[in-house]
C-alpha cells in the first residue's frame, strides 16, 4: 500500500507540474462564482464522513462541509465520490475545486496542494464506558484493551501502556469492536471515527472517549497558488467554528463535541 | 527475485514463540483430554438404543459437524455474554475445542462400538460378566483400540485448528507468527518458522498419542 500510494503521488505530481502550467494564471473562485457550481471530491463509502444513506443520497461530516461552502459562495454544489487513492489527482487535473474527503495533512501532500485551516477532529485514543476511570496511558494498568493487530494504533498503545496492561490484539476491525461490545475487554483503542459507526447503533456499552493517542485532523485541500480560493474556505471553515455549526457536525456524525483546543 | 531473508529479525522473538508453543499446548491438551470424554459418551448414547439418548446428542453432532469451527469459537466468546456467560479467551477456545472435537469424536466411537460382534458379548454373559464389565472389557476398550488412530489424527485436526482461536487473541502459535510479522514486517520468515513448529507438534503428538495407545490398550484384542 505504502508503495502504491507514493507511486500515486508521484504520478500526482507529474500530472499536476503538466497541468497546472496552464492553469496557475487562473483564479479558480472566480471560474467557480461565473459558472455557478462548486465542484467537490466526497468519500461515498466512509461513515461517518460520506456514505449513501438509506434514501440513496450522500451524507455525513464531509458532504455537510461540502454543502455548507457551495451554499456560502453561493452557488450549487456538485459531488464526485473518489477514493482515498485518487482524491489527489482529481484535485490536480482540474476536475474537482476542492478536496473533502477527510483528507489528513502530510509533508508530501503539501508538496503538491495546499491546506485549509482544520474543519474536522481525526484521533485515535482509547475509548470505555464512563464507569471504567482512565485519564492517561499510567492508568491502563490491569485494564484489559481491545486494538486491531499492527495497525498504528497498536505499534502506539504498545509502546505507551504499561507492562500490567493486558493488550488484547485481534486480527481485524470488527472482532476488536465485538470483543469491546461483548464486555470481553473494558477499554478499545481504535480511531475516533470508528467509535462514532459504533455510537450510531446505540451500542449496550458506549466507546467514549479516555484520552487522546494521536491527532491529525481533517483539512479541504486546494489547488496550490489559489489564494482568494483558500481564504475564502478558511473564512466559511471559522465563521462556522465561531458560530457552532462545526460542533453540531461534530455532535451529529461523530457522537462528540468539537474538542476544546480545535 | 529481490527479497532479502533475514530469519535474524525474527530470532528476538524466540521466548514469544516459546510461550506461543506453551499454549498450544494447554489448549490441546485440555481440548483433547474432555473432548475424548466426551465423545465416548457420545458415543455410548448413540448406540445405547434410547432414543432420549440418542436424539439430543444426534442434535449435537450434526450441528457441530455442519457448521465451521471459527463460527463456533466466536458464538461462543463474542454471542454467550450476551446470555451472561462471559468467558476468557483461553476458556472459550478450550471449550470449543472440546465441543468440536466431542462431536466429531463421537461418531468415530459410535463406529468403533457399533463393530463389536454381538457374539462377544454374548460369550461374556455366558461367562457371568455383569452388563458395566461387559462394556467395559468387551465393548468399549476393544472399540477404542479399534478407533486410537482415527481418534488420534481427529486429535491432530483439533491442535491445527486451534490456530484459528488467534483470532479471539490468545496468545497461541498462530497469533506469535502474526504478531511478529505485524511488527518485523517479515512475513515469510515468521510463518515459515511458524509452520515448522506446526509440523513438529502435529508429528511429535500423533506419535505420542499412539504410542500411548499401544501402552493403553496392551492386551486387548482390537479385531
Given at each position: 500500500m505504502t508503495t502504491r500510494r507514493h507511486f500515486t503521488t508521484i504520478m500526482a505530481a507529474g500530472v499536476a507540474s503538466l497541468t497546472l502550467a496552464g492553469r496557475?494564471?487562473?483564479d479558480t473562485l472566480d471560474d467557480i462564482t461565473k459558472s455557478g457550481v462548486l465542484r467537490v471530491a466526497v468519500p461515498q463509502d466512509l461513515p461517518p464522513w460520506g456514505f449513501v444513506g438509506p434514501d440513496m443520497n450522500l451524507q455525513g461530516y464531509d458532504i455537510d462541509m461540502a454543502k455548507l461552502i457551495a451554499a456560502k459562495i453561493g452557488v450549487k454544489l456538485q459531488m464526485t465520490p473518489v477514493t482515498s487513492e485518487n482524491r489527489i489527482p482529481y484535485l490536480q487535473t482540474g476536475k474537482v475545486d476542492l478536496i473533502i474527503s477527510s483528507l489528513g495533512k502530510n509533508p508530501a501532500r503539501a508538496k503538491v496542494i495546499d491546506f485549509s485551516d482544520k474543519y474536522a477532529p481525526f484521533f485515535s485514543g482509547v475509548f470505555g464506558p464512563a464507569t471504567i476511570d482512565v485519564?492517561?496511558?499510567?492508568?491502563?494498568?490491569?485494564k484489559s484493551i481491545a486494538v486491531t493487530r499492527g495497525n498504528i494504533e497498536d505499534i502506539a498503545l504498545s509502546k505507551l501502556a504499561p507492562p500490567s496492561a493486558q493488550i488484547m490484539r485481534y486480527g481485524d476491525n470488527q472482532s476488536t469492536i465485538s470483543a469491546f461490545i461483548s464486555g470481553q475487554t473494558q477499554l478499545i483503542c481504535t480511531d475516533s471515527s470508528t467509535t462514532a459507526t459504533i455510537m450510531a447503533q446505540n451500542p449496550p456499552r458506549a466507546p467514549l472517549l479516555?484520552?487522546?493517542l494521536q491527532s491529525s485532523p481533517c483539512y479541504v485541500g486546494v489547488n496550490k497558488n489559489q489564494p482568494a480560493l483558500l481564504a475564502k474556505v478558511n473564512a466559511i471553515i471559522a465563521a462556522a467554528k465561531a458560530d457552532g455549526t462545526l460542533n453540531k457536525y461534530c455532535e451529529t456524525w461523530l457522537k462528540q463535541p468539537l474538542p476544546a483546543d480545535f | 527475485m529481490t527479497y532479502q531473508f533475514d530469519f535474524g529479525a525474527i530470532i528476538g522473538y524466540w521466548p514469544m514463540m516459546l510461550h506461543g508453543i506453551a499454549i498450544t499446548a494447554e489448549l490441546t491438551l485440555f481440548g483433547t483430554a474432555l473432548g475424548i470424554a466426551v465423545a465416548v459418551l457420545g458415543g455410548w448414547a448413540r448406540t445405547s438404543g434410547k432414543l432420549w439418548l440418542n436424539l439430543p446428542v444426534t442434535v449435537y453432532v450434526e450441528l457441530i459437524r455442519n457448521t465451521p469451527f471459527i463460527v463456533q469459537l466466536f458464538f461462543i466468546f463474542f454471542g454467550l455474554p450476551a446470555l451472561g456467560l462471559r468467558l476468557d479467551a483461553v476458556d472459550a477456545s478450550i471449550l470449543a475445542m472440546v465441543v468440536n472435537l466431542g462431536a466429531y469424536g463421537t461418531e468415530i466411537v459410535r463406529a468403533g462400538l457399533m463393530a463389536t460382534p454381538r457374539g462377544q458379548v454374548e460369550a461374556g454373559a455366558s461367562l457371568g460378566l455383569s452388563k458395566p464389565q461387559i462394556f467395559w472389557y468387551i465393548v468399549l476398550a476393544p472399540s477404542l483400540a479399534r478407533i486410537w488412530p482415527a481418534l488420534a489424527s481427529q486429535v491432530v485436526i483439533v491442535m491445527l485448528g486451534s490456530s484459528v482461536c488467534s483470532q479471539i487473541s490468545v496468545q497461541e502459535l498462530t497469533y506469535v507468527a502474526s504478531y511478529i510479522q505485524s511488527r518485523s514486517f517479515r512475513a515469510f520468515e515468521a510463518y515459515f518458522v511458524v509452520t515448522a513448529l506446526y509440523l513438529v507438534l502435529a508429528l511429535a503428538l500423533r506419535q505420542a498419542l499412539l504410542a500411548a495407545g499401544r501402552h493403553l490398550f496392551k492386551g486387548v484384542q482390537a479385531r
Amino acid at each position: 500500500m505504502t508503495t502504491r500510494r507514493h507511486f500515486t503521488t508521484i504520478m500526482a505530481a507529474g500530472v499536476a507540474s503538466l497541468t497546472l502550467a496552464g492553469r496557475a494564471l487562473a483564479d479558480t473562485l472566480d471560474d467557480i462564482t461565473k459558472s455557478g457550481v462548486l465542484r467537490v471530491a466526497v468519500p461515498q463509502d466512509l461513515p461517518p464522513w460520506g456514505f449513501v444513506g438509506p434514501d440513496m443520497n450522500l451524507q455525513g461530516y464531509d458532504i455537510d462541509m461540502a454543502k455548507l461552502i457551495a451554499a456560502k459562495i453561493g452557488v450549487k454544489l456538485q459531488m464526485t465520490p473518489v477514493t482515498s487513492e485518487n482524491r489527489i489527482p482529481y484535485l490536480q487535473t482540474g476536475k474537482v475545486d476542492l478536496i473533502i474527503s477527510s483528507l489528513g495533512k502530510n509533508p508530501a501532500r503539501a508538496k503538491v496542494i495546499d491546506f485549509s485551516d482544520k474543519y474536522a477532529p481525526f484521533f485515535s485514543g482509547v475509548f470505555g464506558p464512563a464507569t471504567i476511570d482512565v485519564k492517561t496511558a499510567a492508568d491502563l494498568a490491569g485494564k484489559s484493551i481491545a486494538v486491531t493487530r499492527g495497525n498504528i494504533e497498536d505499534i502506539a498503545l504498545s509502546k505507551l501502556a504499561p507492562p500490567s496492561a493486558q493488550i488484547m490484539r485481534y486480527g481485524d476491525n470488527q472482532s476488536t469492536i465485538s470483543a469491546f461490545i461483548s464486555g470481553q475487554t473494558q477499554l478499545i483503542c481504535t480511531d475516533s471515527s470508528t467509535t462514532a459507526t459504533i455510537m450510531a447503533q446505540n451500542p449496550p456499552r458506549a466507546p467514549l472517549l479516555k484520552f487522546i493517542l494521536q491527532s491529525s485532523p481533517c483539512y479541504v485541500g486546494v489547488n496550490k497558488n489559489q489564494p482568494a480560493l483558500l481564504a475564502k474556505v478558511n473564512a466559511i471553515i471559522a465563521a462556522a467554528k465561531a458560530d457552532g455549526t462545526l460542533n453540531k457536525y461534530c455532535e451529529t456524525w461523530l457522537k462528540q463535541p468539537l474538542p476544546a483546543d480545535f | 527475485m529481490t527479497y532479502q531473508f533475514d530469519f535474524g529479525a525474527i530470532i528476538g522473538y524466540w521466548p514469544m514463540m516459546l510461550h506461543g508453543i506453551a499454549i498450544t499446548a494447554e489448549l490441546t491438551l485440555f481440548g483433547t483430554a474432555l473432548g475424548i470424554a466426551v465423545a465416548v459418551l457420545g458415543g455410548w448414547a448413540r448406540t445405547s438404543g434410547k432414543l432420549w439418548l440418542n436424539l439430543p446428542v444426534t442434535v449435537y453432532v450434526e450441528l457441530i459437524r455442519n457448521t465451521p469451527f471459527i463460527v463456533q469459537l466466536f458464538f461462543i466468546f463474542f454471542g454467550l455474554p450476551a446470555l451472561g456467560l462471559r468467558l476468557d479467551a483461553v476458556d472459550a477456545s478450550i471449550l470449543a475445542m472440546v465441543v468440536n472435537l466431542g462431536a466429531y469424536g463421537t461418531e468415530i466411537v459410535r463406529a468403533g462400538l457399533m463393530a463389536t460382534p454381538r457374539g462377544q458379548v454374548e460369550a461374556g454373559a455366558s461367562l457371568g460378566l455383569s452388563k458395566p464389565q461387559i462394556f467395559w472389557y468387551i465393548v468399549l476398550a476393544p472399540s477404542l483400540a479399534r478407533i486410537w488412530p482415527a481418534l488420534a489424527s481427529q486429535v491432530v485436526i483439533v491442535m491445527l485448528g486451534s490456530s484459528v482461536c488467534s483470532q479471539i487473541s490468545v496468545q497461541e502459535l498462530t497469533y506469535v507468527a502474526s504478531y511478529i510479522q505485524s511488527r518485523s514486517f517479515r512475513a515469510f520468515e515468521a510463518y515459515f518458522v511458524v509452520t515448522a513448529l506446526y509440523l513438529v507438534l502435529a508429528l511429535a503428538l500423533r506419535q505420542a498419542l499412539l504410542a500411548a495407545g499401544r501402552h493403553l490398550f496392551k492386551g486387548v484384542q482390537a479385531r
